[in-house]
């Protein structure tokens, strides 16, 4: 029987998910489907994921805390971050997964001998992928506009720093993890402090993708390697088709299928 699977989000219509999932679905002769679902209220995810009859859902913003909250049972790694970005029901129960965090962390290790990394930005994104980093032996410090975001990373044993009170020194990776860029022209952090960090990094990554963002350009400007979202959206995508097939496919037989969505 046919297995149905759909992305929840709002907005939801510019996902690429539902591309990614039934390119690799229809390459590897799985029989399911996959679709893009406007969902409004995110308390309401629960009796829509049952209303609707599916096997497993990827959940983007604004919806990851209502999707960690709608789990019975939680991968311990999206139990310990707070945020779910995939859910398959097995049996009746919901089993939430986070991949957005391997998938960057996977994303990110083509860059070699990278110890130290700022994040720009503290919101949920930089939440996962900090602590994936940190667990990785990465040294991750975090600059963000305002402070209160900042507790979380404070609690878990990260370097912080607002706006203000930054002391720039070399990084190894400067990335972008705001939404800064995303439907704006604006930079992560102010241009002064972005020139005092780019020029020492060796590399300068985005978590935003399918365009060239102020920051990349800015990094692109001082000829340094830059690398978008576009890697860290296809390994989170791949991680959740494993479990969405309850692992039939092997990371490297899924990624030639999905990796079709972004030529197309
Ligand atoms: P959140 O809304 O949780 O956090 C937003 C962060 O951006 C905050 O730190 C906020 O700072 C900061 N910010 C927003 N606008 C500005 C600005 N103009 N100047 C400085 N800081 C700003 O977002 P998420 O963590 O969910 O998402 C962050 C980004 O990650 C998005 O662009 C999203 O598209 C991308 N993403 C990419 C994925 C991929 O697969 N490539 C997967 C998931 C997310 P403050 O606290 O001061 O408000």
């Keep these: 029987m046919k297995q149905l699977f759909a992305i929840f989000g709002n907005p939801v219509s510019h996902s690429k ?48 805390e209502h999707a960690y909250a709608a789990c019975d049972v939680l991968d311990p790694f999206a139990q310990k971050v707070g945020a779910v ?48 980093l940190k667990e990785a032996g990465y040294e991750v410090t975090i600059l963000n506009r305002s402070g209160d975001r900042l507790t979380y990373f404070k609690e878990n044993g990260f370097e912080t720093y607002t706006f203000e009170d930054f002391r720039p020194k070399p990084y190894d990776l400067v990335i972008n993890m705001t939404s800064a860029g995303l439907e704006d022209d604006a930079l992560p952090a102010p241009s002064d402090i972005l020139e005092k960090v780019i020029p020492t990094a060796k590399a300068c990554v985005d978590v935003i993708y ?36 309850d692992h039939t496919f092997s990371f490297e037989e899924i990624k030639p299928y999905m990796q079709k969505a972004f030529i197309l």
């Design 17 to 64: 998910s539902p591309l990614m999932h039934n390119l690799s679905f229809q390459g590897l002769k799985f029989d399911g489907c996959y679709a893009r679902y406007l969902l409004e209220e995110g308390s309401r995810l629960k009796e829509t994921f049952f209303s609707l009859g599916l096997k497993g859902i990827n959940i983007t913003v604004p919806h990851k």
């Design 85 to 132: 970005n995939t859910i398959v029901e097995k049996e009746g129960k919901l089993y939430g997964y986070n991949t957005d965090a391997p998938g960057f962390l996977k994303a990110i290790s083509e860059f070699e001998n990278v110890k130290t990394v700022l994040f720009l930005g503290a919101g949920g994104t930089a939440k996962s992928t900090s602590i994936i």
């Design 210 to 245: 399918g365009k060239e963002t102020p920051f990349l350009k800015l990094a692109k400007n001082q000829n340094k390697p830059t690398k978008d979202g576009s890697d860290m959206l296809l390994y989170q995508g791949i991680i959740a088709f494993e479990y969405f097939t």
